[in-house]
């Protein structure tokens, strides 16, 4: 088994590539629906949700989250975000404070920061 493992060791990973134009591409997550290609508006929340680092949340959340596809529910969907980190923090912050919920709580700050100096950009 190690001899398999060392002799693998080696091996590249590829990443995933959009099925449309074969580019690499990231893997956002399970509940995650692409918009047809030609909705240009909902590329450009999902260009400026990437760009923030919030993306995976989109494909990785309880249930499936509708892109926003005007400037003004992209920045009601990330006012609302926000609002739910704040509370995560608050609920973390309440827990017992071990090394996971420091975790949590400087990604829930993190991610808020990204979204006022967004908001702060489109004003």
Same mark, same amino acid.
């Given at each position: 088994?190690?001899?398999?493992i060392s002799a693998n060791k080696d091996i590249e990973e590829i990443g995933p590539k959009c099925p449309e134009c074969g ?30 680092? $919030? ?10 989250? !509708?892109?926003? !596809? ?10 609302? $975000?926000?609002?739910?980190? !704040? ?37």
């Open positions: 088994m190690l001899a398999e580019q690499p591409t990231n893997w956002i997550g399970p509940k995650f629906r692409a918009p047809k290609s030609n909705n240009v508006k909902a590329w450009t929340s999902i260009k400026v949700l990437h760009e923030i680092g $919030l993306l995976n949340f989109i494909g990785w959340a309880k249930s499936y989250v !509708e892109i926003p !596809e005007t400037k003004k529910s992209l920045n009601d969907f990330l006012a609302e $975000l926000k609002a739910s980190y !704040e509370w995560n923090i608050k609920k973390w912050a309440t827990i017992d404070y071990s090394k996971d919920n420091k975790n949590q709580i400087k990604y829930f700050s993190e991610a808020i920061k990204k979204i006022d100096k967004h908001l702060e950009r489109v004003k």
